[in-house]
């Protein structure tokens, strides 16, 4: 009889996973259908999609082959890791491309074969840990139905333990572990496993979920009609448990639902798995990468740098040093980026690592602006903490990191000098060259324009603007006719949205699913994708595979402030770069000294650097016009500046391997020189002031 129930429930069990799983997988197929059905009649979706082909969300080891700037400088490591991305193309061993072909949409990378393989293999090759972790939140779920329907299985497995230590030896104190062969993995495959994107989409969690909840609920119906079919069994088992109780003292944890995951570690003599915590953020399987992880990963060194700026503002400035290097690169990500976007490609496509195979030491700026609101006051209130416009981009964050980038310079250069009696003399040892891009292309000029009125040295060599802000008046009707809405509403919006971001850790960590998804599917990705460059005035950068980034995770993500958006929307109405416009002629007058926002276009001059400017020739957010205006106005005032453009959307100069714009960096900063004598002229019509930030913050509530 026990048989034939079993049977009956295998069956059962097998037939309703059937029936879920293809419906699950209908539904999926049934979303796709009908988003590539809607994309089909979308105008203009070849130009926006051609920016997502061949875009991968995670570097993988098929990349090109080794670019022209990195024949002589490429660290032995590096060199290495394109070794073994050349005998990924060649070898069996590890195979990641599908059917054994290079797809031009889509390519086969580790991230999106796992994905195929996770769903075309049984669940019963998953890995076991995350079967059990994720059954936990199931039965945490699941608990009324647990207590009430696991009592028989408590007695089962509380009187089978009963019975086996009744009958093992007294001189047994652990149990003997069999040690089965395992297989060892290759360094090729640890670094992949490591290097690739691992989290999972919302529709694979979906069909992880329905097979791990049929599997519990058939389990408990199992265990119940045994129970059923076999009273005088249960009985006896039930009193042997009672006597246990009473004849045994065992400590049994207490802690409820902690969970814990068989670990090992390579390095330990013995095997045996140890015990090991985890927390509730990993059973999710998101990423949640930092800029630290990826350079770490990826072999190189890495330093954290928190800076806090004038007023109080926490930053972080992230470092690849080469602490005996005179030449120092310093780049500064865009508007809701950070400096993950400077590393996203690999090794042989970001800049930050091009530059540092050169022999540069590398610094990574980071603007204020997290959900995690980093300050010197733990207190800070959401709307005090996002009380900035890009002045204090430019007069505050880039002012403070450079001088900790100058602190920490002269100090490791006098700390490894050969010499010791040999001195140096000059206040700057080292050559320091800024690369930007987007609103880090406006700050870096406001910083330096502000230092020379303020009588500072900036420190910089050479400036390197890709598609920089600043002017904006020439844009798509859609940035068109957000500004008028924007500046129409800004009075109404203001005392209650303070900036735009995700708010909740629910929907960051659906975004942040959503992006595997969007990847897996390649209608709906270009569907989101297509929609996403309409916003934007049709732009074709990949923005579906910017949200994979996983700087935008459940824990944090870059914002936008309100006063931000503001300033850029004022820019685009005056049709000039001006500083902030506080809304009346006093509060000008005190933060500037005029009652008109400052106008920077106008002490260009006042630039004593080379400036090299570059534009995208696909780039609708910041056209190629408003660069060459920058162009012009430099140009006017003296300024030594070039111009160069490339086939690029705005996106492109950062989150695309683009071997073409990185040889032009590093041949660009090849140019740098000594550094300049910075002679200071100050017009004394000129009073530009530091504006106090409690005087800011009045105003803007007024």
Not at 83 to 105: A, F, H, I, K, Q
Not at 142 to 151: A, D, N, Q, R, S
Not at 324 to 342: E, T
Not at 455 to 476: C, N, Q, T, V, Y
Request: glycine fraction near 6%.
């Amino acid at each position: 009889m026990q048989r034939a129930v079993d049977n009956v429930l295998a069956v059962t069990k097998e037939s309703v996973k059937t029936f879920t799983y293809e419906s699950l997988n209908n539904i999926v197929r049934l979303i796709n259908g009908m988003s590539a059905m809607l994309l089909a009649i979308l105008p203009g979706k070849a130009s926006i999609l051609e920016g997502i082909h061949g875009w991968e969300l995670r570097p993988t080891l098929r990349g090109p082959r080794l670019p022209r700037w990195m024949e002589n400088g490429v660290s032995s490591f590096n060199q290495f890791i394109h070794e073994l991305s050349v005998d990924s193309d060649t070898s069996s061993s590890v195979d990641y491309s599908s059917d054994g072909e290079d797809s031009d949409n889509y390519p086969g990378t580790p991230l999106s074969q796992s994905s195929r393989f996770s769903r075309e293999s049984s669940f019963s090759k998953l890995n076991r840990s995350w079967i059990y972790w994720i059954g936990c939140i199931i039965s945490w779920i699941l608990f009324p139905v647990k207590f009430l329907f696991g009592i028989p299985l408590y007695l089962f497995t509380s009187v089978s333990h009963t019975a086996s230590k009744a009958f093992s030896r007294p001189g047994n104190l652990h149990p003997s572990t069999a040690r089965s062969p395992r297989r060892r993995q290759t360094l090729k495959d640890h670094f992949v496993q490591r290097a690739t994107d691992r989290r999972r989409g919302v529709v694979e969690d979906l069909h992880l979920a329905t097979e791990i909840s049929i599997e519990y609920a058939f389990d408990v119906v199992h265990k119940a009609a045994y129970c059923l079919l076999a009273p005088a069994d249960t009985i006896r088992r039930l009193f042997g448990w009672f006597s246990s109780q009473n004849n045994s003292q065992e400590d049994i944890p207490s802690e409820g639902f902690v969970t814990s995951v068989s670990t090992s570690v390579l390095s330990d003599n013995d095997p045996t798995p140890l015990e090991r915590r985890t927390t509730f953020h990993n059973s999710l399987n998101t990423d949640a990468r930092t800029c630290q992880d990826v350079i770490t990963e990826l072999g190189y060194p890495y330093e954290a740098i928190h800076v806090v700026t004038a007023d109080g503002y926490v930053l972080l400035l992230e470092r690849i040093p080469r602490r005996d290097s005179r030449k120092v690169v310093y780049l500064q990500h865009g508007i809701l980026d950070s400096s993950m976007g400077w590393v996203s490609n690999g090794v042989v496509g970001s800049p930050a690592f091009a530059a540092f195979d050169q022999g540069y030491d590398v610094f990574l700026g980071n603007f204020r602006g997290l959900v995690s609101r980093e300050h010197v006051d733990k207190n800070i209130s959401s709307r005090q903490y996002w009380n900035y416009s890009i002045n204090e981009h430019g007069t505050e964050d880039i002012p403070a990191m450079i001088e900790k980038i100058h602190e920490i310079k002269v100090s490791e250069l006098k700390s490894n000098q050969s010499d010791p009696e040999e001195e140096i003399t000059t206040e700057q040892p080292y050559k320091i060259c800024a690369i930007c891009h987007s609103l880090g292309g406006a700050g870096i000029l406001m910083y330096v324009i502000t230092r020379r009125i303020a009588e500072k040295p900036h420190r910089l060599s050479r400036m390197i603007l890709l598609s920089p802000a600043g002017f904006h008046h020439d844009s798509s009707f859609m940035f068109t006719s957000v500004e008028y809405l924007f500046l129409f509403l800004a009075p109404a919006l203001a005392p209650f949205v303070p900036a735009f971001y995700i708010p909740t850790r629910f929907f960051r960590m659906l975004l942040n699913k959503l992006a595997r998804d969007f990847h897996n599917l390649p209608a709906v990705g270009g569907l989101v994708q297509t929609l996403m460059s309409y916003v934007v005035g049709g732009d074709s950068s990949n923005w579906v595979g910017v949200l994979g980034l996983p700087h935008y995770n459940m824990n944090d993500m870059p914002g936008v402030a309100f006063r931000v958006a503001l300033h850029l929307a004022q820019m685009k109405r005056a049709k000039k770069f001006i500083m902030f416009d506080y809304g009346s002629a006093a509060s000008n007058m005190e933060a500037y000294g005029c009652p008109e926002a400052f106008d920077l276009g106008e002490y260009y001059g006042f630039i004593d650097v080379p400036v090299d400017l570059v534009a995208g020739i696909k780039d609708k957010v910041i056209k190629p016009s408003m660069v060459r205006k920058h162009y012009k106005v430099m140009k006017d005032g003296g300024v030594d500046v070039s111009y160069s453009e490339f086939e690029y959307a705005h996106l492109d100069f950062t989150f695309s391997n683009r071997e073409e714009l990185l040889s032009y960096v590093m041949s660009r900063l090849l140019l740098v020189g000594a550094p300049p004598k910075q002679s200071v002229v100050r017009p004394k019509s000129l009073k530009l002031k530091r504006r106090d930030t409690n005087t800011s913050r009045e105003k803007l509530n007024e």
